[in-house]
């Protein structure tokens, strides 16, 4: 699992600039799609691709060193509408200009990509995601004003969690058997 924190000292980066956070639990970021069977699955795939590009880059902290990982799903009700793997696919159709190049970047089939396009599109009051059909252009997507305010208050939610977890975790250090810290409740 993707580490979130890292000690200065530790040679590690900070947080902030880190990519979309990683996920709670198994649970599907896209149970609401209508795509049959195989639906868990291929939502524990796109989890999985969203928390591989997430961990790309980073160190894991040493032995001695708490960290943590930070998982966070918007939910309608019961029903998760927005996360990591959702939040993924629209930076990799923002970067791309397409459905199609999101989905062969994040090693998902089109037909995945575009129900989960869909179910965005129909989850929120507003689109996400515009859609351009082919032609001399080739068509194309782009993520929507509304998107974009979207994915920067989910960065900012996720930035503060951060923030809050940094300030708080060293505590745990002296905790763990490795540690070269001492324990707070001695000091």
Known sequence: MPVERHRA?????GPADTAPASRTSHTSDTSHTPDGPGTDALARELLATAEALEA????AAPAG????DVRVRLRDGDTPVFGPGRLTLLRAIEATGSISA???RMGMSYRRAWLLVEAMNHEF???LVTRHIGGVSGGGAQLTPFAQNLT???DTLL???RSLLDAHVPTFDAYLKGSKVVDPDEA
């Open 152 to 154: 920067a208050h989910y």
């Open 102 to 104: 999101a989905a062969r």
């Open 56 to 59: 790309a880059g980073k160190e």
């Open 9 to 13: 000292d530790a040679g590690g980066a």
């Open 65 to 68: 060193v708490a960290s943590y």
């Open 159 to 161: 930035k503060e969690i």
């Open 125 to 127: 009051r507003e689109p």
